[in-house]
């Protein structure tokens, strides 16, 4: 150990070695990133300066496009450096804290998740209650406890992460400074820190996908025991949006950090992470201003009665 280098730095080598691709993936990286930032933030602007969206359920949605912002800025700048510079280094206070911001930043996206769902339960299984449980002072504890949740349960790996030496070799196979393969790169016996780390993924993810499974039971439950069919369409309809947020967010989850790692999985990873990292906050707008009509109101007012949004949804 005394007689070998210090890392200072790791090389990324995620994308493909191909320099004649590298401008064409440039353009489709910015494209999606610029994208998923101004959706987003049309998102905020809406639910916030809109009368009609001032609820629990629009407020939910405002600080899950904060998120989603801060979710692809941890990962896409750097990637975006790296194909328009063509280097591959990071140093290692920046990895360091593109791993703590991608994982702290991706539990609290899961907390909040859950807390939607149950925003949705009790707007569907207790209506008359709603405005009595979902008050301002319970909905800004459970976005501020998704928010501290987040960095309560990752700061503790993220320290033993930090701790731990790096002599070489720096090359880590993925295009920002994931977990798994950066613990292949450490000196050190990582059996406590994959553990720990490991645990922490299966108590985020399954926690809060227990809480958002056993809301929709309850919702499907509910539903199905109204006697109008257009109030059971209407209601589905409220939680659809959801529902495939949830779907994409946790599949790609438990695809990568809930199993076991193997080498030969590590580009089928690669690409998972792509779509939890790229595609779902890029989708994530487009997946709630297009079936919701009170959204689409708004949009309206903002651009006027012309254009995409100048017809009724069928």
Not at 13 to 28: A, C
């Amino acid at each position: 150990m005394e007689n070998q280098t210090a890392v200072v730095e790791f090389i990324l080598v995620g994308f493909p070695s191909n320099r004649q691709l590298q401008p064409l993936l440039f353009v489709v990286l910015l494209i999606t990133y610029v994208l998923t930032v101004a959706g987003n933030i049309l998102i905020i602007i809406i639910t916030v300066v809109d009368h009609r969206l001032q609820t629990p359920m629009y407020f939910f949605l405002r600080n899950f496009s904060l998120l989603e912002i801060s979710f692809t800025s941890a990962v896409v700048p750097k990637a975006l450096g790296i194909l328009a510079s063509n280097s591959k280094t990071i140093s290692l206070p920046a990895c360091f804290s593109q791993t703590f911001f991608y994982f702290m930043l991706g539990t609290t996206e899961s907390f909040l998740l859950a807390a939607m769902s149950f925003d949705r339960y009790v707007a569907i299984c207790n209506p008359l209650r709603y405005t009595t449980i979902m008050n301002s002072q319970i909905t800004t504890l459970l976005v501020m406890g998704s928010w501290i949740g987040g960095f309560v349960l990752t700061i503790g790996p993220a320290m033993l992460l930090f701790q731990m030496p790096f002599c070489g070799p720096n090359v880590i196979n993925h295009f920002f400074c994931d977990n798994s393969p950066l613990l292949k790169l450490a000196c050190a016996d990582t059996k406590l820190l994959e553990s720990l780390s490991f645990v922490v993924a299966v108590f985020s993810l399954l926690g809060c996908f227990t809480v958002t499974v056993v809301s929709y039971i309850s919702i499907i439950i509910t539903v199905m025991q109204m006697p109008s069919a257009s109030r059971r369409q209407k209601a589905f309809s409220t939680c659809a949006s959801h529902l495939i947020v949830v779907s994409i967010s946790y599949g790609s989850c438990f695809f990568m950090y809930v199993r076991p790692t193997r080498n030969s999985e590590l580009d089928l990873s690669k690409g998972v992470s792509v779509l939890n990292t790229m595609v779902s906050p890029l989708l994530n707008p487009f997946i709630y201003t297009l079936r919701n009509k009170q959204v689409q109101a708004a949009l309206r007012d903002i651009f006027g009665k012309g254009g995409v949004f100048s017809k009724e949804p069928k």
